[in-house]
């Protein structure tokens, strides 16, 4: 009977790491609150493939704009705050590792791209920015979230400007919970 007790016990204690390590709906409650409140458009998608392309110019049907999970190219993107665009399918693997991502159209005020380069710069690790030329006069941020090793979910939220309490909220509660996990402080600039 103990040694059932003690596996009980075991089993909750490994539950609850994989719902930390996942993000939980509290995490996620708090997102869906903060970018709200931003006036963002928040939209979670479940991821159906993990599978590596070999050409950057591979077209694929992504399930949210701009892209937070799917196929993607076999090597990930520079960490970086890219002026030119980066390509998404590359970009969608640095997701898969934990990457959360900074977006903006190509109507987006100089302004407005300032402060998302001090964003960035305040803690890049494992963090992306780059321009996204569909989105006009808006900006986005993005990451891929799973128990480690699973397919999960993508995030992405479309906000009309930029909102530093929204973004941060957005960042801590997702970065560094991609299905294929490298420890943040690993995913330097420049790396």
């Known amino acids: 009977m103990i040694f ?6 075991a089993l909750i204690v490994v539950i609850g790491a994989i719902t930390l390590a996942g993000g939980s709906s509290a995490n996620d409650k708090g997102v869906a609150k903060a970018m709200s409140a931003a006036g963002c458009t928040l939209k979670t998608a ?19 704009v701009p892209p937070s999970n799917g196929s993607h190219y076999f090597s990930p993107a520079i960490w970086d ?11 969608v693997h640095n997701e898969e590792h934990g990457g959360v ?14 402060q998302l380069r001090s964003f960035y710069n ?4 494992a963090m992306l920015g780059t ?24 995030h992405v939220a479309v906000c009309p400007t930029f ?3 929204a973004f941060s909220t957005f960042r801590d509660a997702y970065r560094g919970k ?14």
Request: charged content about 15%; hydrophobic content about 30%.
């Open 4 to 9: 059932s007790a003690s596996g009980i016990v």
């Open 46 to 64: 479940p991821n159906k493939s993990r599978k590596h392309v070999t050409s950057l110019t591979t077209k694929i049907p992504y399930n949210t």
């Open 81 to 91: 705050f890219y002026t030119e665009p980066a390509n998404p399918i590359q970009v």
């Open 101 to 114: 991502i900074l977006w903006w159209g190509n109507r987006v005020p100089e302004s407005t791209i300032s």
């Open 122 to 125: 305040e803690s890049p690790d």
């Open 131 to 154: 321009p996204y030329p569909a989105l006009g006069s808006k900006v986005a941020i993005s990451a891929w979230t799973s128990p480690a090793g699973g397919n999960g979910e993508g």
């Open 163 to 165: 909102n530093e309490k």
């Open 178 to 191: 991609g299905p294929e996990r490298f420890p943040v402080d690993t995913l330097t600039p420049s790396s």
